[in-house]
């Protein structure tokens, strides 16, 4: 299976940017479809952005596009959300996901099997 550790957090200004990593290692990180997820303080956790195995595939919710870029390097075995424009609402612990068995770049979080223990981002105003 795989394990997932994210980096790249921290307090930044609105207005301003942040890049995320999350950096995979057990297995075979082109197999996985790979997730953003990120949870603000007594809230849900929420879909940000998706991409497919091969990178070509992406998808991102509509309160980060254009402001977000999710990417990937398989040969790093890394995924990135590129963070422009931030907000005070883009405040929260942000978690990567994974999954080897789904074809789809779903935003639910129940089809993602693994997850990294999150990093946090604070945007302050």
């Known amino acids: 299976q795989v394990q997932l550790v994210e980096s790249g957090g921290g307090l930044v200004q609105a207005g301003g940017s942040l890049r995320l990593s999350c950096v995979a290692s057990g297995d075979t990180f082109s197999s996985y479809v790979m997730g953003w997820f990120r949870q603000a303080p007594g809230k849900e956790r929420e879909f940000v952005a998706a991409i497919s195995r091969t990178g070509v595939g992406l998808r991102c919710a509509d309160s980060v596009l254009g402001r977000f870029t999710i990417s990937r390097d398989n040969a790093k075995n890394t995924m990135y959300l590129q963070m422009s424009s931030l907000k005070p609402e883009d405040t929260a612990v942000y978690y990567c996901?994974?999954?080897?068995?789904?074809?789809?770049?779903?935003?639910?979080?129940?089809?993602?099997?693994?997850w990294g223990q999150g990093t946090q981002v604070t945007v302050s105003s």
């Open positions: 996901a994974a999954d080897r068995l789904k074809t789809i770049l779903s935003m639910k979080t129940y089809n993602y099997k693994y």
